[in-house]
C-alpha cells in the first residue's frame, strides 16, 4: 500500500495569507496526485490534477506542485470561502487519500 | 451536465443486507470509473474502490476486499455498493465519484447508519 502523509493536520491563517499544505508518498508516485477541497457537509471537490493542473473552473489562487514523494498544495491569498478540509490523494497504484488538513481563519 | 445521484439514507441493524445506489447521467456512464470514498463521522475519506461500467472491471481497497461488493447496472446507469451483513463500525457517508482525471464528479453522498 501507498501511504500518503499530509502535514500540518490542521492549520489557521488570516484572509489575504499565502497557506502552503504538504503530502508526502511514502514511494515514488511521479506526478500521479491529486488535491480535493472538502467543506462541512458537502462532498469533495477536484482542485487540482496530476499534481499542478488547475481543475476547470477552479479560480487561479490555487495551486499545486511537485513529483515523486514530495508534493505541495498553495492557496496564494486565503479567502473566507477557502475553509475547508485538503486532501492529497495518489492513483499511481489504486488510490489512497491523505489524512486531510484542516485549514480555518484566524 | 454530469450528475451522480445518490440513494437516500438508511437505517439498519447489525447483520442486515443493504445496497446502495449511484444513477450517472450527463455523460456517456459506459466508459468512465465510478469509485466509492467512505467517511466515517468526523473522519477523512477512504478510497473503497472502483468499478468500469463497461466491462464490470472491479478493484478494492485491501482494507474493503470482501467486506463489500461494488456492481453496476449498466443498462440503467447506476453503479451499486453492497453489504451482506452490516457492522456498527459501517455507520458512514458513502459517496460514489466519476474517475477522469482525478474524481471529477461526486454524489451527495448517503448516509448509513447501523444501530441495534
Known amino acids: 500500500d501507498i501511504q500518503m502523509t499530509q502535514s500540518p493536520s490542521s492549520l489557521s491563517a488570516s484572509v489575504g495569507d499565502r497557506v502552503t499544505i504538504t503530502c508526502q508518498a511514502s514511494q515514488d508516485i511521479h506526478n500521479y496526485l491529486n488535491w480535493y477541497q472538502q467543506k462541512p457537509g458537502k462532498a469533495p471537490k477536484l482542485l487540482i490534477y496530476?499534481?499542478?493542473n488547475l481543475e476547470t473552473g477552479v479560480p487561479s489562487r490555487f495551486s499545486g506542485g511537485g513529483s515523486g514523494t514530495d508534493f505541495t498544495f498553495t492557496i496564494s491569498s486565503l479567502q473566507p470561502e477557502d475553509i475547508a478540509t485538503y486532501y492529497c490523494?495518489?492513483?499511481?497504484?489504486?488510490?489512497?487519500f491523505g489524512q486531510g488538513t484542516r485549514l480555518e481563519i484566524k | 451536465e454530469v450528475q451522480l445521484v445518490q440513494s437516500g439514507a438508511e437505517v439498519k441493524k447489525p447483520g442486515e443486507s443493504l445496497k446502495i445506489s449511484c444513477k450517472g447521467s450527463g455523460y456517456s456512464f459506459s466508459n468512465y470509473w465510478i469509485g466509492w470514498v467512505r467517511q466515517m463521522p468526523g473522519k477523512g475519506l477512504e478510497w473503497m474502490g472502483i468499478i468500469f461500467p463497461g466491462d464490470s472491471d472491479t478493484r478494492y481497497s485491501p482494507s474493503f476486499q470482501g467486506q463489500v461488493t461494488i456492481s453496476v447496472d449498466e443498462s440503467i446507469n447506476t453503479a451499486y455498493l453492497q453489504w451482506s451483513s452490516l457492522k456498527a463500525s459501517d455507520t458512514s457517508i458513502y459517496y460514489c465519484?466519476?474517475?477522469?482525471?482525478?474524481?471529477?464528479?461526486w454524489g451527495q453522498g448517503t448516509l448509513v447508519t447501523v444501530s441495534s
Open positions: 465519484a466519476r474517475q477522469v482525471k482525478g474524481f471529477d464528479s
Open positions: 496530476d499534481a499542478s
Open positions: 490523494q495518489q492513483y499511481i497504484n489504486l488510490y489512497t
